[in-house]
């Protein structure tokens, strides 16, 4: 078996986790490379280091690769889709953040999580992912998003307005600090922040949200996701941020830009247990009467 980890970096007392981890995966006949950022900042027991391979780009990674566990938070995870690309590498999110809608197994479930990827009893779970179209060159190579792209002000910049199409036709004109094309997968994340709707992963939609729009009768939408959607900026400021995921541009307001539904995917990794409808209830501790 041939198993990647990434990480953008763990605190001290998240070390033991991370040896736990590489232990159980030594175990069996397997083949570990680890970001070498997150390398070099722990010392490894001697066999241990002995068994791993650093990585050091998306180029170090191919096909063959088994698995990729993410240790981290969901921003970690989002890291790891522009790493894996078109690769079909299964990504399976270890939770050391806080919320955790994405990387949603605990470090208390390594052992258990190990056991399942080497007897592979997991489910997994594919994803549809963003793609930006643009005149000028955005977000190098890999200019898509697993949850959201979204336009916004600047700072303290005046409100927008974003004229936004469906298939060329007109859909309205949003008066707001921003807007957000959010997956089913972002759907939990900035989306639900900004009141959208929540939406099951695989219903092959794309929600589009307003950010504190200035007319009070503007709500989210719901389209399908073989639509494409386009959009022209007006502002009084000459320059608006662009969003994929975290990662962010600044650009003039007279560039072209137009989202579409992302020609391949990606693979998430769960436990049996812990389906759509569990994470939510778990998150967002629905169905829970504190009163109680």
Known sequence: MKVAIYSRGLDFEQENPLLVLLEELSRYETSIYIFHKLLEQFTLPKHLYERVIPFKSSDDLDEQFDFLISIGGDGTLLDTIT?????????????????GFLASISKDELSSAVDSLI?????IDKRTLIHLDSNEPLFGDAPFALNEFAIH???????????????GEFLNTYWADGLIVSTPTGSTGYNMSCNGPIVFPESSSFVITPVAPHNLNVRSIVIPDNNVISFEVESRAD???????????IVNKSIQLAVRREKFGVSLIRLNENSFL??????????LDKRN
């Open 239 to 249: 320059l608006f941020i662009c969003a994929m995921d975290a990662r962010k541009e």
């Open 153 to 167: 002000k600047r700072d303290t910049s005046p409100m927008v307005k974003i004229h936004t199409y469906l298939n």
């Open 278 to 287: 569990s994470t939510l209830r778990t998150k967002l501790t629905w169905g």
């Open 83 to 99: 790493l894996v690309k078109d690769k079909q590498i299964p990504i399976i999110g270890i939770n050391f953040g806080r919320l």
């Open 119 to 123: 007897n592979h009893t997991y489910v």
